[in-house]
């Protein structure tokens, strides 16, 4: 694995008056999987929104491949080769699969191509000419990932990408990810169900009111079970 791609440290962040990130401290090395976990409202979509600019009352550190991304207005965020996909999906219900995959531009080199695409999701290909609003939540989370998949970017923030989905669908979306460790691609991911993001982590960050109380190697998981139960209250 090599050097660090992305970090964030003594990250702080408001929503209005409101201080929702208290000094987030987190790095990920390229080609890494990490996941944060924590109980809803303790900070991790916030700090996903945060990197990526789009929540601009902020101050810290944030770089990435070694550029100092605090200054760097949203817009150019993606050419940087950061790449968001919020929960709630943001897919364009009257266009149909290929028109919403064809709609980002390629911003950075090595972006997937259309055929790679409906390689790594078979079900798009299936669905290309459906349109957005006939798709189940599967197959929206997955043109989802794969719209940000086409622009190039290096490193994916995903935000609760199993949310309500069935165990089939949430199965297929770990085989994908699987599939983007393989190929390279650094992955920030926010999951509730640390039983599927312990099948693609390699390691996790533990967020309670806006800070990282732990971090631990996936190979530690059992031994931070107890904890987890206690803080995750499952």
């Known amino acids: ?30 080609g890494e999987m990490i996941c944060i976990l924590g109980r809803n409202g303790m900070g991790k979509t916030t700090t996903l929104r945060t990197i990526m600019g ?35 999906r943001g897919i364009f219900a009257t266009l149909s699969v290929e028109e919403n995959l064809m709609l980002p531009p ?39 990932m794969a719209r940000i998949l086409r622009t190039g970017a290096r490193c994916l923030l995903l935000d609760e990408p199993t949310e309500g989905l069935a165990p089939v669908i949430i199965q297929a979306i770990g085989d994908v990810l699987k599939k983007l460790k393989q190929r ?5 991911l926010v999951e509730q169900n640390f039983r599927f993001a312990a099948k693609v982590a390699d390691r996790f960050y533990l967020m309670d009111h806006g800070q990282m109380i732990a971090e631990f190697p996936v190979a530690d998981l059992p031994r931070q079970m107890d904890m987890l139960h206690s803080e995750l209250g499952v």
């Open 1 to 30: 694995m090599n050097g660090r791609l992305l970090d964030v440290s003594d990250l702080h962040a408001w929503y209005g008056e409101s201080h929702v990130l208290h000094g987030v401290n987190l790095h990920v090395n390229e």
């Open 54 to 88: 789009i929540l601009r009352k902020r101050q810290g550190k944030i770089a990435f491949a070694g550029q100092d991304m605090m200054s760097v207005p949203l817009h150019k965020t993606a050419r940087a080769g950061l790449g968001f996909v919020p929960e709630e």
């Open 106 to 144: 390629q911003v950075a080199d090595g972006g997937m191509s259309v055929d790679e695409i409906y390689a790594l999701f078979p079900n798009l290909k299936e669905r290309r000419n459906s349109p957005g609003t006939k798709l189940s939540g599967g197959e929206q989370q997955m043109l989802a």
């Open 184 to 188: 390279g691609m650094t992955v920030v």
